[in-house]
């Protein structure tokens, strides 16, 4: 089997070509962060404009770098949500209208399985069950993963998502957007201890997490003093050790909890380093393992798409041709795969 897929749940569009035997044969991806750094945040008109230029190039090109014509595919897989709906219109339209043309199955995904199943295309993949820590800009959520397709909720973010506190703080340090990695980078100067902001949630039992409070720290550490260089770089430092503590303990307080020994991360901010380091140093202490997709298929891809696309494709699950596009769409509502 073979599937093409195609990503446009926010600000990449993407396209990529998987094979059940030969593997990832291609992965295109078009970033307009560029577009909508002007604007300090994604604006969903100009991502859905974007989307309709950028698509069917990126799929041309996946197709012709795989070498694949249409009568090798065996389906076509999308980003049916959650995300801007706009956007996933896009995508949605063009899978639909390629299956029609092709007369091949078409399968809508959800993003967020996407990112779960994206370590599986490591040469090193995690064994099941695990335990998923998804860290994106628009979610933060421990996940219980018996098998592909079962997926249960062990506890989320009651406020912002740990990229968005990311990228919030950053925006308060006056770090253009998309913030995340930039606070990382000056973070990397910041002098250990020289703040120490707010570990929400860590003190209560349960998996739940909460970063909203993190902005106002920042605010009145920003608004205290000038804000030199280096005093820019302490507060990104201290920002950075707040929410990789928080996720850390929390990802190891969820191993307990389950009893299982492999984390997968996953999500955009599963890039940060930090995070990496702490994971790695209290999964170890902690006698489990970390596994992550490499650094390009943490953030938003078409790769991981496919992935779950073809594993839906060949337990037979088939979308029709009415395009699915969600903007909200809990992970539990997902159906099962046979096993
Ligand atoms: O998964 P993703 O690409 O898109 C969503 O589906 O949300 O995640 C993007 C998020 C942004 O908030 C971005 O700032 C954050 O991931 N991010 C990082 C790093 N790289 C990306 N945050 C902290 N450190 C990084 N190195
Ligand atoms: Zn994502």
Same mark, same amino acid.
Request: charged content about 15%.
């Given at each position: 089997m073979r599937v093409l897929a195609i990503e446009s749940s926010c600000d990449e569009s993407a396209a990529a070509v998987l094979d059940a035997t030969a593997g990832l044969m291609s992965h295109e991806l078009y970033s307009q962060v560029e577009l909508h750094r002007t604007y300090g945040g994604v604006v969903p008109e100009l991502a859905s404009r974007d989307h309709v230029r950028r698509l069917l190039p990126l799929?041309?090109? @996946?197709? /012709?770098?795989?070498? +694949?014509?249409?009568?090798?595919?065996?389906?076509?897989?999308? $980003?049916?949500? !959650?995300?801007?709906?706009?956007?996933?219109? +896009?995508?949605?339209?063009?899978? #639909?209208?390629? /299956?029609?043309?092709?007369?091949?199955?078409?399968?809508?995904?959800?993003?967020?399985? %996407?990112?779960?199943?994206?370590?599986?295309?490591?040469?090193?993949? !995690?064994?099941?069950?695990?335990? @998923?820590?998804?860290?994106?800009?628009?979610?933060t959520q421990l996940i219980e993963v018996a098998a592909v397709g079962s997926y249960r909720l062990l506890g989320e973010t009651r406020d912002d998502a740990a990229g968005e506190a990311f990228d919030k703080t950053a925006k308060?340090?006056?770090?253009?957007? !998309?913030?995340?990695?930039?606070?990382?980078?000056?973070?990397? =100067? %910041? $002098?250990?201890? /020289?703040?120490?902001?707010?570990?929400?949630?860590?003190?209560? #039992?349960?998996?739940?997490?909460?970063?909203?409070?993190?902005?106002?720290?920042v605010l009145h550490a920003v608004r205290a003093a000038e804000l030199t260089e280096q005093r820019r770089a302490d507060i990104a430092r201290a920002v950075e050790e707040a929410i990789a503590? +928080?996720? $850390?303990?929390?990802?190891? =307080?969820a191993l307990d909890y389950t009893g299982l020994t492999a984390l997968v991360v996953s999500g955009g901010v599963g890039a940060n380093r930090t995070l990496r380091e702490q994971l790695a140093a209290a999964a170890r202490a902690h006698g489990a393992r970390v596994y992550y997709p490499r650094i390009e298929f943490c953030t938003d891809n078409a790769a991981m798409i496919a992935?779950?696309?073809?594993?839906?494709?060949?337990?037979?699950?088939?979308?029709?041709?009415?395009?699915? #596009?969600?903007?909200?769409?809990?992970? @539990?509502?997902?159906?099962?795969?046979?096993?």
């Open positions: 799929v041309k090109a @996946a197709l /012709a770098r795989s070498a +694949t014509s249409p009568g090798d595919l065996s389906g076509i897989a999308y $980003t049916a949500g !959650p995300g801007l709906i706009g956007a996933l219109l +896009t995508g949605a339209s063009l899978a #639909a209208s390629l /299956a029609y043309a092709w007369k091949i199955p078409v399968i809508g995904v959800h993003h967020l399985e %996407g990112h779960l199943l994206a370590p599986l295309l490591e040469s090193d993949p !995690p064994p099941f069950p695990h335990v @998923a820590l998804l860290v994106s800009g628009g979610h308060l340090l006056g770090l253009p957007y !998309p913030g995340g990695p930039q606070l990382a980078e000056i973070a990397r =100067r %910041g $002098t250990p201890g /020289a703040f120490h902001f707010p570990r929400p949630m860590l003190d209560r #039992a349960g998996l739940e997490f909460s970063f909203s409070g993190l902005k106002t720290a503590g +928080t996720l $850390t303990a929390k990802a190891l =307080r992935v779950a696309g073809l594993a839906r494709l060949k337990a037979g699950q088939r979308g029709g041709l009415a395009i699915e #596009a969600r903007a909200q769409w809990p992970l @539990a509502a997902l159906p099962r795969l046979a096993a």
